[in-house]
């Protein structure tokens, strides 16, 4: 079974520039976060989407960060403009269902964002 | 205060050696628990799910005390294959999988 896939891994952008990541979950996985992991911390999110609705976007920057969910399936995350702060890893995850007790987040492995 | 605290490490331990890694967490509300394992430069998996009665996988043993909302995860034995970043994970129902900040473990030959 396929996992999460991200795309790209890597990215380098001038500040100021636009960028966007994408994200297809593993079928089946109706809940889809987006988290930025910043050097030497735990991931931190910025968007959570229970199929296409984004139930959680308390922690996304609004000014510059968007992401969408169209059809409830894979996901884009674009910042525009970037800023050198934004530099970190973007991490998608998938979960089954909202259930307690044994829900597991799968990771894809992430695009890493360079910002100069 | 962050809602998941753990300790900062980095720990750096002998092969064959037993270490423990701590883990508080500030929602009394928290339904699920978890260590996840990062590797350097690679995305975090789920090491083990932690409940209440504690539970045991191979070396690896994880407790929960929902009293004093703490978590540990006990290394018996340590390879140099364990050394990673450990992540503690709260799950709140209908919410989201809260991550603390990460301990690095170093297994050493």
């Known amino acids: 079974e396929a996992g999460v896939v991200q795309s790209p891994r890597y990215k380098i952008i001038e500040k100021k520039q636009p960028v966007a990541f994408w994200c297809n979950p593993i079928s089946g996985h109706n809940t889809l976060y987006w988290y930025r992991q910043n050097l030497g911390q735990g991931p931190e999110l910025l968007i959570r989407y229970e199929n296409e609705e984004a139930v959680d976007d308390s922690q996304l920057p609004k000014d510059r960060f968007s992401a969408e969910r169209l059809k409830g399936v894979d996901s884009t995350l674009k910042i525009q403009p970037a800023e050198l702060g934004d530099s970190a890893v973007y991490l998608c995850?998938?979960?089954f269902g909202q259930g307690a007790g044994g829900t597991e987040a799968f990771f894809g492995q992430g695009t890493r964002l360079t910002v100069v | 205060r962050k809602e998941v605290e753990q300790d900062p490490g980095p720990f750096n331990v002998p092969e064959g050696a037993t270490v423990a890694f701590n883990c508080t967490y500030s929602?009394?509300?928290?339904?699920?628990f978890f260590w996840y394992r990062q590797d350097c430069r690679k995305e975090p998996k789920l090491l083990m799910s932690?409940?209440?009665s504690g539970n045991e996988d191979g070396r690896f043993t994880a407790q929960l005390n929902r009293a004093s909302q703490y978590i540990s995860l006990l290394i018996r034995d340590s390879k140099l294959s364990d050394s990673a970043t450990y992540l503690c994970?709260?799950?709140?129902?209908?919410?989201?999988?809260?991550f603390g900040p990460g301990t690095r473990l170093s297994v050493l030959p």
């Open positions: 994970v709260v799950y709140n129902y209908g919410q989201n999988f809260v």
């Open positions: 929602n009394s509300a928290s339904q699920s």
């Open positions: 932690v409940y209440s």
């Open positions: 995850a998938s979960s």
